[in-house]
């Protein structure tokens, strides 16, 4: 009887171990279909209320990217490239966009590889490229390195941090930074080895170190995808000058309200 149940005991165990590396390896193969998703669309109907030229950029593997950009005044103003988050088209950003006709700021909006109806699969080492790629639209457009203004959202705050590091851009703007993937992974697979099987670790901790232009760091208290403290260890890590806009009602999808915008817009007035 006893040896009966040992048996039992045993498969059971090995069972488990089974399904655990089942799951380990469903992650491993599918992690980027878990970790982007191009197809969401919360795209709320906002109409665009500032002018935007539809271009293309190609980045050196030769894929095209979409992107929108508004000239104001090249020569008079910065120029913000702004590299969006982990899910949907430029159009879920139109809200965001639309307050920066208020700003002396012209700006740059991409689409990463794989979105938006670009060509390619997004990747940590592909998101760099094109990012590196965007800044190269820029400069061949006549703007110089300190007159750019790099804008990251969530996942764009790892290329942004990337394409940052020992530059000498006007300024870096990060809003709700994680630390890296590994630590924002953990989050939500608390069980699993996420160091060891994880693609793509965007280590925004590390790189922050290496930035030595103004930084922007907002980030919400009620954040449920990237959690506030992440925001704050970024901002603590981040060299001097730095500015904060910390809020305590903000879930992940910040509420671009007169505060956070008349916060922006200081901000970049610093950098005139």
Excluded: C
């Amino acid at each position: 009887m006893k040896l009966n149940s040992r048996n039992f005991f045993l498969k059971v165990i090995f069972g488990i171990v089974v399904i655990y590396l089942l799951v380990l390896a469903f992650l491993f193969i599918f992690q980027r279909s878990l970790m982007y998703h191009p197809e969401e669309n919360n795209y709320s109907g906002d109409k665009l209320e500032v002018d935007i030229q539809k271009v293309r950029i190609k980045t050196k593997d030769n894929i095209e990217l979409l992107g929108w950009f508004h000239n104001k005044n090249l020569k008079d103003y910065k120029t913000i490239l702004y590299l969006h988050g982990n899910a949907g088209k430029l159009e879920n950003r139109i809200h965001k966009l639309n307050h920066f006709k208020d700003i002396n700021v012209n700006f740059l909006i991409i689409a990463w590889r794989g979105f938006s109806g670009n060509n390619g699969n997004p990747s940590e080492k592909g998101l760099y490229m094109d990012g590196e790629s965007a800044i190269n639209w820029l400069q061949n457009k006549g703007i110089e390195e300190e007159n750019i203004i790099i804008y990251g959202e969530s996942l764009g705050t790892g290329i942004a941090t990337q394409i940052s590091q020992n530059k000498n851009f006007a300024g870096l703007v990060l809003e709700t930074p994680f630390t890296s993937m590994v630590e924002a992974a953990k989050n939500f697979y608390p069980y699993i080895p996420v160091g060891l099987i994880l693609k793509d670790k965007y280590k925004n901790d590390e790189k922050i170190k290496n930035i030595k232009i103004p930084v922007l760091i907002m980030h919400g208290e009620a954040d449920q995808i990237v959690p506030f403290w992440m925001g704050k260890k970024i901002f603590n890590l981040a060299n001097d000058p730095k500015y904060s806009y910390f809020t305590k009602y903000d879930d992940h999808m910040m509420e671009y309200d007169d505060q956070l915008v008349f916060t922006l817009k200081s901000f970049i007035q610093r950098l005139n």
